[in-house]
Structures are given as structure tokens and as C-alpha cells.
């Protein structure tokens, strides 16, 4: 069974794993874990026991949050776990008072596209030449919380 809880230090090496596993420009380990200590952050992750299957973080400021990072081990997709996670962490936010969660995603990532308007977020803009390794535009999008 899948549980969704705060990122603590102890899950850290394991998410810079599945960064290097899911995107070409992995954050490492240390940035990771400097999210800990940020104020303005907040990250959860899927546990299946002791192993991350996935997590998500954010970064907040006011009444806004962006969706920093969000992965699923490959072992663990098609499962439901980034629609837990993407709701834990609306959740999570809304009782901080957050009143707004927005994302980019590639303009050619059509699961995760379809995956974000099922819950709620719309495209509000284009970021150009956002992502490299492929060089690719962002949408960015965003949901009323």
C-alpha cells in the first residue's frame, strides 16, 4: 500500500535516484536535500514501505505555489501514485492557505498534459526554450485551490 507523507532526509538519496532515472537534467543530492531546510518548501513523497515510488515538491510564496518537481519510479507508474501526489500536495498547500498551485510541463508530455487537466489545471501560458536536453518549450499551467 501506497503512503503519502513529508520528504525527511532519510528519503533524499532515493529521490536524486529516480531524477536521474526520469529527467535529463536531474536536480542531485544535495539540492534535494537543501529543500529541507528551505521554509518555502514542501515535499511529499509515495512510500511503498521503506522505497520511494515517487514524490512531488513545491515552493511557495504568498498565497502562490509552483510545482517544483514531480516523478514516479518507473517500477511504480500507471498506478495512481502522481494523482496522490499532486492531490496530497494541493491538499497539503490549501491548508496553508495556498490559494494557487502552478506547474510547467513539456509541450510534448502528453500524459502528464492529461493527467493536470484531470485535476483541474489549465494552461495559462508558454514558457519558449524552457527545458534543454532536449531544448523544448513549457506550458505552464495552473489550478485554483
Not at 507523507?5 to 544535495?30: G, R, Y
Not at 487537466?117 to 485551490?145: D, S, T
Request: aromatic share 6%; proline share 4%.
Amino acid at each position: 500500500m501506497i503512503e503519502i507523507i513529508n520528504m525527511t532526509a532519510a528519503h533524499v538519496a532515493q529521490i536524486a535516484e529516480i531524477e536521474k532515472l526520469c529527467f535529463s537534467d536531474p536536480w542531485s543530492e544535495n539540492s534535494v536535500a537543501s529543500e529541507l531546510n528551505n521554509p518555502l518548501s514542501l515535499w511529499l513523497v509515495a512510500l511503498d514501505g521503506a522505497t520511494v515510488a515517487g514524490y512531488v515538491g513545491s515552493q511557495s510564496v504568498l498565497d502562490g505555489a509552483d510545482m517544483m518537481n514531480i516523478a514516479v519510479h518507473p517500477d511504480y507508474r500507471r498506478r495512481g501514485i502522481a494523482w496522490e501526489l499532486v492531490t496530497g500536495l494541493a491538499d497539503a498547500l490549501a491548508e496553508k492557505g495556498v490559494k494557487s498551485l502552478a506547474l510547467e510541463v513539456r509541450q510534448s508530455n502528453a500524459p502528464a498534459i492529461a493527467l493536470y487537466e484531470q485535476l483541474g489545471f489549465q494552461q495559462v501560458g508558454l514558457r519558449p526554450n524552457y527545458y534543454r536536453n532536449p531544448k523544448e518549450n513549457a506550458l505552464i499551467m495552473r489550478k485554483e485551490l
